[in-house]
Every structure is written in structure tokens, then in C-alpha cells.
């Protein structure tokens, strides 16, 4: 089957550096925070691109929650946040087809010590959710440590939002 997001950093291999869920601040480690997003490992310029035919919500700086320079699209009433950026190549109004460059990665804004894709998902209803069962395929996550993501399964995404935009 072909899944209808394609994953959103095509170079490199893909590396999660912060799950979605509570964590350890990793600049403050005394303190831990709920992280609402998926952090992928992505060296500074590192170019991404629509995971779905998009419209553009947002671009901002993001001095609330420490995003920096942030993105934000919208898929059929789902949002997709991209924080972090070094560069944003879109404005807000745009509407980009599949697969239409983005922008680039960075290590902008706080709660963060190096740089990286954030990635944050929320569904129609408002509700955040994780964004890693619509990136990657449950089947393809390691059994124990140190194995990696596995394959990316047709550089899409797999569960909810699949059926939700099928
Ligand atoms: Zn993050």
C-alpha cells in the first residue's frame, strides 16, 4: 500500500533523538517537561520537504515554548509543526504540492542542544498526538536496543492518519 505522507527528511539516516512523551530537560537536566513532538536527528541546512499536500499555516518565531523559528501546515484539518528551522522557504497562504521543499533544519530557539527536526502533530480535534505511528510502520520498530529505526516504509506513514486521508 502506499501511505499518503511521505517522510519529511529525505537525506540521511533517520535518527530519533527525542521521543514524544516526558523527558528530561535536555538543556535544564533537573527539570523534566512533556516533549509534544519527535525530535529526528538532522545536521544544521538539512532540507525537508511536505509530507502531504499542504497549506501553510504559520511561520513564526516561537518564544512560548522555545520552538525558534517554526512552521506550521495544515493536511486536511490535521497540523503539522516543524521546529527548530534554520531557514523557512514558504509563507503563510502557500499551498505546496507533495514533496515541495520547506526549508531547513537547525538548532533554533530553546530545550535543545543540537541540531534537529521537531516534528508535532495534532489531529482534527485539536488533540496532540505522537507523530512517530504516522511516520514510521510499527512493524518495522527494533525488538531491542541499538537497532535503529529499521526501514522507513515507503517514505510514509502508517495508522490513523492513513485512514483518516484515504
Ligand atoms: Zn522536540
Redesign the pocket.
Known sequence: MRYPFKYPVLRGPIVVT?PYGERVDPTDKTKRQF?S???LRAAKGTPFYAPHDASVVQVWTDTTYGGGLSLLIDVKGWRIGF??LDRVDVVAGDAVDVGTLLGATGNSGL??NAP?L?IGLRTPAGERVDPKPFLFDDDDEPDGAGGGLGKLVALGVAGAIAKALL
Do not use: E, N
Open positions: 527525542s516533549h513532538g519527535l525530535d521546529a527548530h530545550h535543545t534537529h521537531h
